[in-house]
């Protein structure tokens, strides 16, 4: 099974700040990741497909790269409402794996 | 609106069995690929299992395999997950979820609100 490591677990910033999440694959998976946002009792929220597309309806603040086994989540400037728990998944071949979440809190 | 409604969750024993519901509207169900994931109180998401749009191909991880069935009826948009011999491990919010293309394996766009299962004698 492919592995999911999400760094880091936690990250504690101030509104405006620049946020960047890291994703690493225990094996190639080209560009089949997803980053979710959940928040507490809500389910995940689809925000970038294949590495780099944002989901329709997304802030544009949201933007992912990466290819292979490396992969970020950048929030641009973070806003009240972004303060969540993020997860990152890769859909590789017949296979699903999530991260082990990053939760971005107040600083 | 596009939309997934879990049901089914409640308290069981352990060894026992629940089913699972998911109905889905606002979209043709038959032709997308259908998940469960799951998520224990305080911890991350778990995948537990997917199955194709005409139910012809499943899988399922490790940590359920032998013990729950996916299913899906195109004819009542509802997609199932008939769980057996539960553990105390398996106690979760169970969450269906839409592959985001029509066919084709994708990230998940479309989510229900979780149904909880506890287990517990």
């Known amino acids: 099974d492919i592995q999911m490591t999400q760094s880091p677990s936690t990250l504690s910033a101030s509104v405006g700040d620049r946020v960047t999440i890291t994703c690493r694959a225990s094996q190639s998976i080209s560009t089949w990741l997803a980053w979710y946002q959940q928040k507490p009792g809500k389910a995940p929220k689809l925000l970038i497909y294949?590495?780099?597309s944002l989901e329709s309806g997304v802030p544009s603040r949201f933007s992912g790269s990466g290819s292979g086994t490396e992969f970020t989540l950048t929030i641009s400037s973070l806003q009240p409402d972004d303060f969540a728990t993020y997860y990152c998944?890769?859909?590789?071949?017949?296979?699903?794996?999530f991260g082990q979440g990053t939760k971005v809190e107040i600083k | 609106e596009v939309q997934l409604v879990e049901s089914g969750g409640g308290l069981v024993q352990p060894g026992g069995s629940l089913r699972l519901s998911c109905a889905a509207s606002?979209?043709?169900?038959?032709?997308?690929?259908m998940h469960w994931v799951r998520q224990a109180p305080g911890k991350g998401l778990e995948y537990v299992s997917v199955i194709t749009g005409t139910g012809g191909n499943t899988y399922y991880a490790n940590s359920v395999k032998g013990r729950f069935t996916i299913s899906r009826d195109n004819s009542k948009n509802t997609l199932y997950l008939q769980m057996g011999n539960l553990r105390a491990e398996d106690m979760a919010v169970y969450y269906c979820?839409?592959?985001?293309?029509?066919?084709?394996?994708?990230?998940?766009?479309?989510w229900g609100q979780g149904t909880m299962v506890a287990v517990s004698s």
């Open positions: 606002g979209f043709t169900f038959s032709t997308y690929i």
């Open positions: 294949k590495a780099s």
């Open positions: 979820a839409r592959a985001r293309v029509p066919g084709i394996h994708d990230a998940f766009d479309i």
């Open positions: 998944q890769q859909y590789n071949s017949y296979s699903w794996t």
